[in-house]
């Protein structure tokens, strides 16, 4: 789509008097910046009042942009709807689960099932793309912004209604309902459609299956606030690809059914740069992303050029950091750097939000760095035709999310994505690229597939997972996976019933630990490794035990076990390892699924991107101190444009990218 790698950032040029726009364009150019997401807070600038607009102060920027080399990713205004509306119309304001409306003076306050607010959003819509469709700056669309941020459900009479018909395309009649439901629980049997009502404020846990279809309706519902636009643009400017900027591992919206709908799949990411371990969090969101539609290349479209605001504290960026961040997206798959955003705002709740241009001006870390790293990356646009190839792969899904997550479990403490990031830990210290894929996706071009925690989980995805096994996968599945079916009802006959056979074993009782509580295990070539959070009471049918408990009332029965499955090989953890275990574990299944992992000293992460003839090794040094690394063969390393033979010097926090010749 791209063949540069795109560079900028969101431009908010209507917080700014227009005498700051020319030098806007003017350090842009200076910054490298070819992109800016612009308008997407401006609904009340674009149509002071109701019907009347005003393109006017637009055409000029976007002109303005033209005229310096830096195209236009045009926001739809609709996540902020002027308080005009709000007056107007007053049923537009979304309403909490116990009954409380909220209101403007903040953003995003809508309710996505309202008609009016609908109506009002595809008219701005209709009215932007009419006007800027033959702007030959525009190069994106980008739709609302972060739907589902700090509102992803509204519990009014519309959403009421809406779920209602949603329901009965779901299920047809109420018999099928109410048996998905489990109604005859709690006396909650339904015999009309007008008895049903969302998940709001209730005296106990509401039926988890009533919740769990209300969490697929708020996804489909923000979704239809989405595709509604995309369908108006798509009309409008059909040349002109459409995207929505994601959150990545955001809970409430299932990603896997959104990012089908669009034409580049966008993310914003905020890291805490606290944590010592933020890259391993960034990484895994990067390859989320690649993942979502595919392995297609992808944008960063928001992340913070030093601190954010809206923490505790707000750690910074430290020197290097924003561009190791950087590069790390562009490894896995990314082809456009983004920034939220251009000039940080003098007023408002983000004032003290860093930006590309900081409040102090060009003379500042953070401006030479974006500046850097702007002129830096038009170096790297050949790789925009490349990708990112994976062999392993982690089974991930929303729906099995919000079932494992709601309350009355074993333990309610089972939270997916630290898990599954504990994994994915392993994995990246590994040097590993790793796609997420959805449960029924195939699986077949990858050597080894984790599935963590898959409690829920529908009969197509049980057949397909078994699949790959039996053609020579190697997959492991842990505890608290197979439980139930997609209606969150038990799969009888020993868990995880449907995974009997493939596993070789089944599982009588679960034995979830308290806080304070530990186990450990011992492995087959006498390994010790403390575990903690979940152990339980596993029967061998034709598994082999890999490791065993050594306390409790499951001391020596099984805790990992290992059993062929046609072709294939299938896995089953009944416990959560501490770091040291599941490195073993990983050891081992690499082994198995013979896997070549790629050693680099402490603190660098290596990735590489490669099309039919070249490849890019990318070399990201986080630790303080300078590393090197050994290389096969000659490269070229590209940001110093300088030849490399047999050996890489990394200095502290330094980036490489080094091209070299397809083997
Ligand atoms: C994002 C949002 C931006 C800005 C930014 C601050 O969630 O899309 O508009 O608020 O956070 O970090």
């Known amino acids: 789509m791209f063949s540069q790698i795109q560079y900028g950032g969101d431009y908010n040029p209507d917080q700014w008097d227009e005498s700051v726009w020319l030098e806007d364009a003017r350090l842009m150019r200076e910054a490298g910046v070819n992109l800016v997401s612009l308008g997407i807070f401006s609904w009340a600038k674009l149509e002071p009042a109701s019907g009347q607009y005003d393109f006017a102060w637009l055409d000029r920027v976007m002109d303005l942009m033209h005229a310096h080399g830096v195209r236009v990713d045009l926001a739809t205004p609709t996540a902020s709807p002027p308080p005009w509306l ?92 109410n048996r998905a439901w489990s109604t005859a629980f709690w006396s909650q049997h339904y015999r009309e459609w007008a008895e049903i009502i969302p998940p709001r404020r209730a005296p106990a846990s509401v039926n988890p299956t009533q ?30 690809p459409v995207t929505t900027n ?38 895994m969101a990067c390859d989320l992303m690649r993942s979502l539609k595919q392995g297609e290349p992808w944008l960063l479209m928001e ?56 409040h102090v001006g060009t003379n500042s870390r953070i401006w030479r760095e974006v500046k850097q790293l702007g002129n830096e990356l038009r170096t790297l646009d050949a790789l925009t035709s490349s990708r990112v190839y994976a062999d392993v792969a982690i089974v991930f899904d929303w729906e099995n999310w919000w079932a494992l997550e709601l309350e009355s479990k074993p333990s309610t403490d089972l939270k997916l ?153 299938s896995y089953y953890l009944g416990t959560e390892l501490e770091h040291g275990g599941i490195a073993w574990l990983m050891d081992r299944l690499c082994a198995e699924a013979k896997i070549q992992t790629r050693a680099a000293p402490r603190g660098v992460e290596l990735m590489t991107r490669a099309d039919d003839t070249r490849q890019w090794l990318f070399a990201l040094n986080f630790s303080d101190v300078e590393t090197e690394i050994p290389l096969d063969g000659i490269g070229i390393e590209l940001l110093e444009n300088k030849t490399v033979n047999g050996q890489l010097n990394l200095p502290a926090r330094g980036v490489a990218v080094v091209m070299v010749p397809r083997t």
């Open 86 to 177: 709000v007056k107007q119309s007053p049923e537009i304001l979304p309403v909490t689960a116990d009954g409380v409306t909220l209101w403007h003076g903040a953003r995003r306050h809508y309710c996505p099932n309202s008609s009016v607010y609908r109506a009002h959003a595809a008219r701005i819509a209709t009215r932007l793309a009419e006007h800027a469709r033959a702007h030959p700056a525009l190069t994106l669309w980008h739709v609302d912004n972060e739907y589902g941020d700090h509102l992803a459900e509204c519990f009014c009479e519309r959403c009421t209604a809406a779920f209602r018909v949603w329901l009965e395309a779901r299920y047809q009649n109420l018999d099928n309902l």
């Open 211 to 240: 919740k769990l279809d209300w969490q697929r309706f708020c996804s489909d519902s923000f979704l239809a606030c989405f595709t509604e636009q995309a369908k108006i643009l798509r009309e409008l400017t059909p040349n002109i």
């Open 246 to 283: 994601f959150m990545h591992f955001f809970k409430s919206f299932d990603y896997w059914k959104w990012a089908a709908y669009e034409d580049i799949v966008s993310n914003d990411h905020y890291p805490d740069h606290s944590d010592p371990e933020w890259m391993i969090t960034a990484a």
């Open 303 to 358: 992340q913070a050029p030093s601190a954010v605001n809206w923490r505790g504290r707000n750690a910074p960026k430290r020197p290097g950091e924003m561009r190791l961040g950087s590069y790390q997206a562009v490894a896995r798959g990314a082809n456009g750097i983004m920034f939220f955003q251009w000039r940080a705002s003098q007023g408002g709740d983000e004032k003290f939000h860093s930006g590309m241009v900081p």
């Open 417 to 569: 994505v630290p898990r599954v990031r504990a994994f994915y830990r392993e994995l990246y210290r590994r040097n590993l690229a790793v796609d997420f894929v959805r449960p029924d996706a195939d699986l077949s071009r990858y050597r080894l597939a984790l599935a963590p925690h898959l409690y829920l989980v529908n009969d197509a995805s049980v057949e397909n997972l078994k699949r790959y096994v039996a053609q020579g996968g190697v997959l492991l599945l842990n505890f608290f996976s197979g439980i139930v079916d997609e209606n969150d009802r038990v799969r009888l006959g020993g868990y995880p019933a449907p995974f009997r056979d493939m596993l070789g074993i089944w599982v009588e009782e679960f034995v979830p630990l308290m806080k304070e509580e530990s186990n450990s295990i011992v492995t087959d070539d006498e390994e010790n490794f403390a575990c903690a959070f979940w152990s339980e009471v596993i029967h061998i049918e034709s598994a082999e035990v890999l490791a065993r408990y050594l306390d409790d009332f499951v001391a020596d029965q099984p805790a990992l076990t290992r059993h062929q499955f046609g072709k294939g090989v």
